[in-house]
């Protein structure tokens, strides 16, 4: 949900942002009805599931572990209600007005956010750059922390230093 509180912020504040850094999100976040029926019906089993779509078939095993013991402490109505909030998500409507810098990080096979929805906020956004990885998963902050920190940085020096 952290695009959408980019967004949010970026509505209420955008004066004051110079600039924004989007991973793994889009202007709309849709969610199945099946992720509610899964995660109403068994939610160890929708956590096992979550974790596989977070992260690639890469990931390191105890980060997975870590996410998964994460997900099981929190009480399901939570989660529910973050998915419900994602669903409701729309910034198109926003998209075209941005006049700050925005970079957007992406992963080729993000099965959570799919790409399509990255290439739409780099198609409307007048000056936006994306940069895809070339894998899975939808953390490329976490797996490819050193690949998206050199982004930003590279992000930083040509377009706000």
Known sequence: MGGAFAFELYCR??????????????A???????????????????CNFLVKFLYSKNADETIKKLSNEELLSLNPEILENDFKICS?????????????????????????????????????????????????GHMPHVENAKSTAEAIKEFYLHELD
């Open 88 to 136: 409701k998500v729309d910034y198109r409507n926003i998209l075209k007005d941005i006049r700050i810098p925005v970079l957007i990080i992406a992963n080729r096979d993000d099965k959570m956010v799919p790409l399509k929805y990255a290439e739409e906020l780099a198609n409307e956004i007048s000056h936006s750059q994306l940069v895809i990885f070339e894998t899975d």
């Open 13 to 26: 504040f955008p004066n004051k942002i110079a600039a924004l850094i989007l991973i793994s999100t889009g």
């Open 28 to 46: 709309i976040l849709p969610v199945s009805d099946v992720v509610f029926e899964y995660l109403r019906k068994d939610y160890t089993m929708f």
